[in-house]
């Protein structure tokens, strides 16, 4: 199971493999939404759902702090619409 970090102050969330940084998604506070921004996965470890994953954590918080959600990220606006998360 990775091991997910989050990094609030640079407004972040990171995936850890076997201790290696294996994916990251950005994120920015848009008055009172999450807007997802950016993700990645490392090359090697592509096609195992692991964006997923980060696209989650960011999930998780936003509802954590009462915000909506949105995704200027192509994978994370997708993720979110297949849940039916994206705020208007």
């Known amino acids: ?4 970090q989050h990094q609030t ?3 972040r969330f990171i995936l850890l493999a ?4 294996t994916g ?3 994120y920015r506070i848009i ?5 997802i921004t950016h993700t990645h996965i490392e090359p090697q470890h592509r096609g195992k759902g692991l964006a ?14 009462g915000l909506g959600l949105t995704a200027s990220c192509n994978y994370a606006e997708q993720i ?4 039916r998360r ?3």
Not at 18 to 21: A, G
Request: glycine fraction near 2%.
């Open 1 to 4: 199971m990775p091991v997910i």
């Open 9 to 11: 102050d640079s407004q």
């Open 18 to 21: 076997d201790e290696e940084i």
């Open 24 to 26: 990251e998604l950005d």
């Open 31 to 35: 008055g009172n939404s999450l807007d």
């Open 52 to 65: 997923r994953h980060l696209v989650n954590a960011a999930i998780q918080e936003a509802e954590k702090n």
């Open 80 to 83: 979110l619409a297949q849940e």
């Open 86 to 88: 994206l705020s208007h």
